[in-house]
């Protein structure tokens, strides 16, 4: 069975940062595309940053510069380093893994405001 879990979110200021973590079971990390995506009140769910199996990482524009994603293969861990936050990256984030089957978390919330 495969589960994915994220953890890390929560309420921060603008400026701030959170890092967000993507515990997986049931499948490795080191070799599936992981990524993260996002959904805030109102809009469609939205690719933030995937990583290949190679370690090929790739970034929406608004996050560009500020988010990082990583992995680590002996944890079985997927992260997102969220830099410099502000309030437009307030949303759901969900962790996905694989391209064709894919398997997605249930998300956390990460709100940036005052």
């Known amino acids: 069975q495969v589960q994915l879990v994220e953890s890390g979110g929560g309420l921060v200021q603008p400026g701030g940062s959170l890092r967000l973590s993507c515990a997986a079971s049931?499948?490795?990390?080191?070799?599936?595309?992981m990524g993260w995506y996002r959904q805030a009140p109102g809009k469609q769910r939205e690719l933030v940053a995937t990583?290949?199996?190679?370690?090929?990482?790739n970034y929406v524009d608004s996050v560009t510069g500020r988010f990082t994603i990583s992995r680590d293969n002996a944890l079985n861990t997927v992260y997102l380093q969220m830099n410099s936050l502000k309030p437009d990256d307030t949303a759901v984030y969900y962790c996905k893994a694989g391209i064709s089957t894919t398997y997605w978390g249930k998300g956390t919330l990460v709100t940036v405001s005052l």
């Open positions: 049931g499948i490795p990390v080191s070799i599936y595309t």
């Open positions: 990583i290949t199996s190679s370690g090929n990482t």
